[in-house]
Every structure is written in structure tokens, then in C-alpha cells.
């Protein structure tokens, strides 16, 4: 991949109330915890469960992650 998750996530910041990338990007910038330099699916899928938060939803990570697969794979 040629930038982690984190980085390419943050372009979802900023989107309306009802846009669930938008909220997860959102809290994901707020989390400092959030890990900003990992690209692994396992790694950050087990990061995002734990923290079992309303913003950070693992099915929006799973939409998230399958569009930063597409784009930043190639």
C-alpha cells in the first residue's frame, strides 16, 4: 500500500451528520490511540472491536478498509 489506513481515511473528515465514513474518520482523528502507521486488515479490525465505540463501527471499518484495498493496492 503506498499510505497507511489512517492517512487515507482522513479524507472522509468533514462529511455531513449522517455519513458514517465521515463519523468514523472523525473519531478516528480524535483517538490518539488510533494506530496511525498500520495498513493491516487483522490489526486495526481488532483495534476498531475493542474499542467498541458508537463512531467507530466495525462495518463502516470493513466498507473503509475494502475502498482503501481497491485504491491504494495498486
Keep these: ?3 497507511s489506513f489512517y492517512h487515507f ?3 472522509y473528515r468533514g462529511g ?3 455519513d458514517e465514513k465521515a463519523l468514523f474518520a472523525d ?3 480524535l483517538d490518539a490511540g488510533f ?4 495498513e493491516d486488515f487483522d490489526s486495526l479490525s481488532r483495534y476498531v472491536e ?3 465505540d458508537d463512531h467507530l463501527r466495525s462495518t ?5 478498509y475494502a475502498i482503501y ?3 491504494c493496492s495498486r
Excluded: I, V
Excluded at 60 to 64: A, N, P
Design 1 to 3: 500500500m503506498d499510505r
Design 9 to 11: 481515511a482522513l479524507r
Design 16 to 18: 455531513g451528520k449522517d
Design 27 to 29: 473519531r478516528m482523528f
Design 35 to 38: 494506530p496511525k502507521d498500520e
Design 50 to 52: 475493542d474499542m467498541a
Design 60 to 64: 463502516t471499518f470493513d466498507e473503509l
Design 69 to 71: 484495498q481497491e485504491l
